[in-house]
């Protein structure tokens, strides 16, 4: 089930709504376990065959985090992440790994063309590091099945993150204070969630018209290339800031509240600075995870730079099975590196304005091969914006021209979520902006594209 659909915003949210703090109201467990039936029902509305895919992962992995309860063993930990690793890297990477192979040996190796189940990138994850502190011994509690459950399959996030950690998710279903409804967190929560989907609709699926466009013709144009991917730039931050926006204005609804993801990341007057601020919770994991497992940056120079690069590396094949999103994670990889040594141990810095602006169009230059499907595309791409066939201007569109001034608009004067939730109030002018986005947003479903995160 899909969050901009008639579906979803007329009949699944409401009734969940509704009957969740009915039950809760009563008993915790029963309104607990209705969330997870409600959102094993909308994973599944995709393909009820991922069903089985989600519930054999939840329960093998607590019967691992069982096990090592019991017995601080390593070789319980290691064999629950390699499990982990197997499930995700059979659906994400087996076909992946078959090409390749194919292609440096010459094999003949047949494809499954395996199709991805949603999701599993973001709670697999989120299982590995609750394993990680479960060894650690760094939870706050020991919490009930239907917790963890919760934990893992809440719909709001289940598909595309936030990546949440164990105690910040389940510690507040623990909680008796958020077993009754909240009409400012209902209120608060549709205002985001209004917000979230404006976006989605009203931005990315319009910026991926002229991206989709323009990466297929790669008309050679100067003006149509760079257009094509500051477009592709703007779709992709607010299709998965917009869902990140719409899944922490629900769990807000049920007095839930979700990490941010995003915190006005084009404005980074660094790649360090961009990377605290796109995919927060990503980063998160994958400096708890990894980098800093590797060493950090407590291992000299050279090390740290190569923690960087192998972190990066990571990052990029956990985006997609295509050295396409390895080469975009090694070029963030190589950037965090040259910036560490320019501002570490050179001790240079750009003035405020410039480094937003060298940065903002680095990241621009970084989505490049991310979007491309090959790396003819991506040259192509490039090409056209550096060494283009064509220096015609070909003519301005008013829709397009006002599409980008708003998407530069909402970048540069709009708050992140995190702080207009902070600062929000139920007066009737919010109560009105949310109704409006969310009412005229659904004029616009016909023309609704996936979103981009799904595919991860």
Same mark, same amino acid.
């Given at each position: ?6 579906? !979803? ?32 029902? #909308? ?8 069903? #089985? ?23 319980? =930990?290691?064999?629950?992440?390699? @499990? ?45 590091? =609750? ?41 507040? =279903? ?24 404006? +976006? ?13 466009? *323009? ?6 144009? &100067? !003006? ?17 800031? *917009?869902? @990140? ?8 609804? #049920? ?21 605290? +601020? ?27 730079? *190569? ?22 994670? %090694? ?30 169009? #680095?990241?621009?230059?970084?989505? &490049? ?7 003819? +595309?991506?040259?192509?791409?490039? @090409?056209? %914006? $550096? ?5 015609? !201007? ?16 909402? &970048?540069?004067?709009? +708050? ?19 109704? *409006? ?5 659904? $004029? ?13």
């Amino acid at each position: 089930m899909l969050f901009p659909t008639f579906t !979803f915003i007329l009949g699944f949210l409401p009734v969940t709504i509704i009957v969740y703090f009915l039950l809760s109201g009563k008993n915790s467990s029963a309104g607990r376990i209705w969330l997870v039936a409600a959102s094993l029902v #909308f994973y599944s509305w995709f393909n009820w065959s991922y069903f #089985f895919i989600i519930a054999g992962s939840i329960i093998g992995n607590f019967i691992i985090a069982e096990l090592l309860y019991r017995k601080r063993s390593m070789l319980i =930990f290691v064999a629950g992440i390699v @499990c982990n690793v197997l499930l995700l890297g059979y659906f994400k990477y087996y076909d992946f790994f078959v090409e390749n192979v194919n292609a440096l040996f010459r094999t003949s190796w047949t494809l499954k063309n395996i199709l991805l189940p949603l999701g599993i990138s973001f709670f697999t994850f989120q299982q590995i590091s =609750f394993l990680q502190q479960v060894y650690s011994r760094t939870l706050q509690k020991r919490y009930s099945f239907i917790n963890y459950c919760l934990f893992v399959c809440f719909f709001p996030q289940l598909i595309a993150g936030p990546i949440v950690l164990p105690d910040e998710m389940m510690s507040q =279903f623990d909680n008796d204070k958020n077993r009754n409804p909240d009409a400012g967190n209902i209120a608060a929560g549709l205002y985001v969630f209004s917000l979230g989907l404006a +976006k989605k609709i009203l931005l990315a699926d319009f910026f991926a018209v002229i991206a989709d466009n *323009g990466f297929a013709l790669c008309s050679g144009n &100067v !003006f149509s290339t760079w257009g094509c991917v500051l477009a592709y730039m703007f779709q992709i931050y607010f299709d998965f800031s *917009g869902y @990140c926006d719409m899944a922490i204005g629900i769990a807000r609804m #049920f007095n839930i509240q979700l990490p941010v993801n995003f915190n006005a990341p084009y404005l980074a007057e660094n790649i360090s600075d961009f990377w605290r +601020k796109w995919h927060i919770t990503l980063g998160r994991f994958l400096m708890s995870s990894i980098y800093i497992p590797l060493g950090g940056s407590r291992a000299g120079k050279f090390r740290t730079c *190569g923690n960087l690069l192998i972190t990066f590396f990571i990052s990029g094949l956990w985006h997609g099975a295509s050295w396409m999103f390895v080469l975009w994670g %090694m070029i963030h990889g190589t950037a965090l590196t040259i910036h560490r040594v320019w501002s570490k141990f050179l001790g240079f810095s750009l003035p405020k304005i410039p480094a937003q602006i060298v940065t903002f169009f #680095f990241v621009m230059l970084a989505w &490049v091969p991310f979007r491309a499907e090959n790396w003819s +595309k991506t040259r192509d791409i490039y @090409c056209g %914006m $550096f060494f283009p066939a064509s220096w015609k !201007f070909p003519g301005a569109d008013i829709k397009n021209i006002l599409l980008f001034a708003a998407g530069f608009a909402v &970048v540069i004067f709009f +708050k992140p979520v995190c702080e207009i939730e902070k600062r929000f109030r139920p007066t009737w002018f919010n109560a009105t902006i949310s109704t *409006g986005l969310i009412v005229f947003s659904m $004029f616009f479903f016909v023309k609704y594209s996936p979103f981009i995160y799904f595919n991860f």
